[in-house]
């Protein structure tokens, strides 16, 4: 069992910068990628970014060049560093670990809204 705790989001203005966290527990050796996705009103949860211990991180073309994602070194704590924020990146963001025998689990989701 993993447990995720989200913090960050907010509102901010079109081209500015929000940095979300996610903390997991609990079986956290368990972890092999750690994700981001995002769902906005009306429309299907994405996938935003993911990372996983020895891979590079991958992201949504929709995002590239503007999100980071990143690991700590401990491999419990995820964030996701989001600049040049658009006014269609409003979402909800949700934490999302896949660990041992394809199990995922997820954060309870963040609010993102960017105002033009």
């Known amino acids: 069992q993993v447990n995720l705790v989200e913090s960050g989001g907010g509102l901010v203005q079109a081209g500015g910068s929000l940095s979300l966290s996610c903390a997991a527990s609990?079986?956290?050796?368990?972890?092999?990628?750690m994700q981001w996705y995002r769902q906005a009103p009306g429309k299907q949860r994405e996938l935003v970014a993911s990372?996983?211990?020895?891979?590079?991180?991958n992201y949504a073309d929709s995002v590239k060049g503007r999100f980071t994602i990143s690991r700590d070194n401990a491999g419990n704590t995820v964030y996701l560093q989001m600049n040049s924020l658009k006014p269609e990146d409003t979402a909800k963001y949700y934490c999302?670990?896949?660990?041992?025998?394809?199990?995922?689990?997820w954060g309870q989701g963040t609010q993102v809204i960017v105002s033009s």
């Open positions: 990372i996983g211990h020895g891979s590079p991180a």
């Open positions: 609990g079986s956290i050796a368990s972890i092999y990628f």
């Open positions: 999302c670990v896949v660990a041992g025998g394809a199990a995922r689990y």
